[in-house]
């Protein structure tokens, strides 16, 4: 009997430890200090009126024998789905519902995806990252190529030169950058995918905080997507789900490799090692959909959002270089004064009471750089810039 | 790039989709036949009125800021996890809550688990099986050894001489064959798995239909168990919850190969792809631990309990030989006058209108045996056995 000893190649993260040591330590050193998160990475609104109306209902229905749910169909119930492909039909994306996948969340699934995938490919990751992209090619034993991303291309690195690889990653608007590929930009990916016979992953789970128009929500927007992309997306973030987990993933019928349809391989993985989402939340997704569902969301996303633009207007009043910040919810702020990143987290939280997040922690390109959220409260996030003006 | 090309390996399963069709053939020809279903591994009762208000109950918390829950732990809540530690302790197993993680059900933690395993193991498997072991396994590209079960053994095998195996998989009760295994042949397997530092994966999914007292519910009952096992277990049969999907696993702290806890392996890839099950699910899961819900859910499963009496005392009645029926919702029947196990079928749906499923759909030891579930309604079951009876 022998372990997976790729795990023992896993890299312990103390990111988020580390964190919450020094914030307790200070707080313990400083009582009367009024502290504000803003490295928050999770909602803090709750679920719509429309969700939770549509889960009550859902579980009076589980209730009673008639209408009791047992075994659902492992790729979700079509009455999701569909709503999934009129959403895409909006920006004119066209889906058959047998190309959308209901999960418990993106990050299963980015997670499992690899599955279906021979451990010979190479994986290219962009650097800062989101870790499980990483975590989950080194359990699986594959290659993993780092492309860099940094100020000079605006966190935004676009295909490289001379090199061939099998898996790519795009997480777009990213995490933990807040950069936004445009149009032109993922053609360029696209194109390479095509030529070089790789299958983009593409992370869409922020995709709801988009308002520039030049700034695709789907890949499959982009000619040429549907023969080399796997789309990713979640209820975290559009509907704050993170606590009652369901997301969805595409997988394109044109999509085929080593003559396979990869949609194929992957309804098969699910079927066996997956037995679908919760009757409940299915429904509660659904409600998402519905014209009150829209009008809900859309004013917790735009709360979010004022709060991005706040701690945005403020860095540019400062002339402090950033990414993010408009169509995201993440501000990804260059350290003033040359400060590393855990020099300046340091520096916040003694003289701001302000804990963020440092970008060392996301990868070597990180270093220098911090992260800040706008999912905190709104008179929190006013007041921390407050605080942060008057130290620069 | 390439596939994982171990996918094309599988074989297609065609056990469900011919009996929907020769079902459907039959209904169409004999339009006023009353067709009764007693192939269904689904449960039919609803969930109980305590889960029903536990879960609106979370729902609501998750509807207002001040109660509302984001993402949770990634093993699952405490609440939960001191429940099922206290469940038990009821039968003398004393597990620490870290030993217990909470899953979307047994199938994904029993698909997953081979994650944290070495490809180059060798794996025994019970002929014939739940499907899912087999398949999983074919998936990884592992070697697979198949351990016959048949009528001379009552369907429970007992662990091969001069032959090392690394991961063995009992499913006790088992499905589809309704044995169960009593204390000293379980400890002959953990006896085994010690001396050959093999690891079990027990699959206790129908451990709340034990009623013999000399069967354990838990294989963690057995001395020596906890350095060589890994459980599965799942609130789908305790508690009607196969469309609200939430099971657990325990893996001991004792439990190391390669002088790796294995629990923290799972860990590592529970927090790295996986994100926990709903708020709400695990709060509806909480509440089958009440008082009000075991008195609620030991009224369901009597009531399936006493389907599968009926069925057992006829089959008795007629001197058909079967393994199940006792401590198990499954009855695994011996075809009568040699049939085999589609010939069974058709001259029970054809002459008496009843669905089983063909036991030869399980493995090639199925060959010649049939399964019934007492899932089924009350009047049915009864009416069913009155056909059966004038049949033979």
Chains 1, 2 share one sequence.
């Not at 989101?130 to 190529?145: E, L, S």
């Not at 973030?237 to 391989?265: H, Q």
Request: hydrophobic letters at 35%.
């Amino acid at each position: 009997m022998k372990i997976n000893s790729n795990y023992l190649n896993l890299e312990e993260s103390y990111l988020f430890s580390t964190i919450a040591k020094k914030v307790n330590e200070f707080q313990i050193n400083n009582k009367d200090a009024d502290i504000i998160r803003l490295g928050i990475g999770d909602v803090t609104k709750p679920l719509c009126g429309a969700v939770i109306d549509a889960m009550k209902k859902a579980t009076d229905e589980m209730g009673h024998a008639e209408t009791f749910r047992g075994y659902g169909p492992e790729q979700g119930y079509t009455f999701l789905r569909e709503k999934i492909r009129d959403y895409y039909s909006t920006r004119n994306v066209k889906l058959d519902v047998k190309e959308i996948f209901i999960s418990d969340g993106a990050k299963s699934d980015l997670g499992n995806i690899l599955d279906i995938f021979s451990k010979d490919n190479t994986v290219l990751i962009p650097d800062p990252v989101y870790p499980v992209y990483v975590d989950t090619n080194i359990m699986a034993g594959r290659k993993i190529i780092y492309l860099d991303a940094n100020e000079e291309n605006s966190f935004l690195p676009l295909p490289p030169k001379d090199l061939k690889v099998d898996i790519i990653y795009i997480c777009s608007p990213n995490n933990p950058t807040g950069a936004v590929y445009n149009r032109s930009q993922l053609k360029l990916w696209v194109d390479y995918a095509n030529k070089n016979n790789s299958v983009i992953l593409f992370d869409a789970a922020y995709e709801s905080f988009i308002d520039e128009k030049d700034c695709p929500h789907s890949i499959f927007e982009i000619d040429g997507a549907k023969s080399c992309a796997i789309e990713f997306c979640s209820f975290s973030k559009i509907a704050g789900f993170t606590g009652t987990r369901c997301g969805y993933t595409v997988i394109p019928m044109e999509l085929e490799r080593d003559s396979t349809k990869l949609n194929s391989l992957w309804l098969r993985r699910q079927t066996t090692k997956f037995n679908g989402v919760p009757y409940v939340v299915q429904r509660a997704a659904e409600a998402v959909f519905t014209q009150e569902g829209k009008k809900q969301i859309f004013e917790t996303i735009n709360y979010y959002k004022e709060n991005a633009k706040i701690i945005s207007d403020t860095l540019n009043e400062l002339g402090i270089w950033f990414t993010g910040g408009k169509s995201s919810p993440y501000v990804w702020l260059k350290c003033p004064n040359n400060m590393t990143s855990w020099e300046f987290f340091d520096y916040l939280l003694s003289k701001a009471h302000i804990v963020g997040t440092p970008g060392s922690g996301f990868g070597k390109n990180g270093e220098g750089f911090f992260r800040l959220t706008a999912f905190g409260d709104r008179d929190n996030t006013i007041e921390a810039m407050k605080r942060i003006k008057e130290l620069f």
